[in-house]
Nanobody, 124 residues
Framework: QVQPVESGGGLMQAGGSLRLSCSASGRTFSNRAVGWFRQAPGKEREFVAAIIWGGGMTYYIDSVKGRFTISRDNAKNTVYLQMNSLKPEDTAVYYC?????????????????WGRGTQVIVSS
């Protein structure tokens, strides 16, 4: 299985910032929208934000609008999530995945799957 590699998580106080990165092999994100997802302890994985292939359009869930910014560098096969004004409720493991636009669900081609994610802990 080919998996993306998420990084950049850590322990942060409320109000702080973190920048997550997601790196993948060339075909993983090719010509696809990519999204960030998160899974908090005891909860199901949820969609957070997405960006189209060309980067000109983004979408966020209401709880992160104005605080998080998704971006991508297709030449580096990398997607980023800048997280500002962090809140304790942002605590979760964060994952990236190719995403179906408007349904905000992950879509994996055969042979590709979720990475291990990166842990974000926000203390109050």
């Amino acid at each position: 299985q080919v998996q993306p590699v998420e990084s950049g998580g850590g322990l942060m106080q409320a109000g702080g910032s973190l920048r997550l990165s997601c790196s993948a092999s060339g075909r993983t994100f090719s010509n696809r929208a990519v999204g960030w997802f998160r899974q908090a302890p005891g909860k199901e994985r949820e969609f957070v934000a997405a960006i189209i292939w060309g980067g000109g359009m983004t979408y966020y869930i209401d709880s992160v609008k104005g605080r998080f910014t998704i971006s991508r560098d297709n030449a580096k096969n990398t997607v980023y999530l800048q997280m500002n004004s962090l809140k304790p409720e942002d605590t979760a493991v964060y994952y990236c995945a190719p995403t179906l636009w408007s349904s905000w669900t992950a879509y994996w081609s055969p042979g590709f799957s979720w990475g291990r994610g990166t842990q974000v802990i926000v203390s109050s």
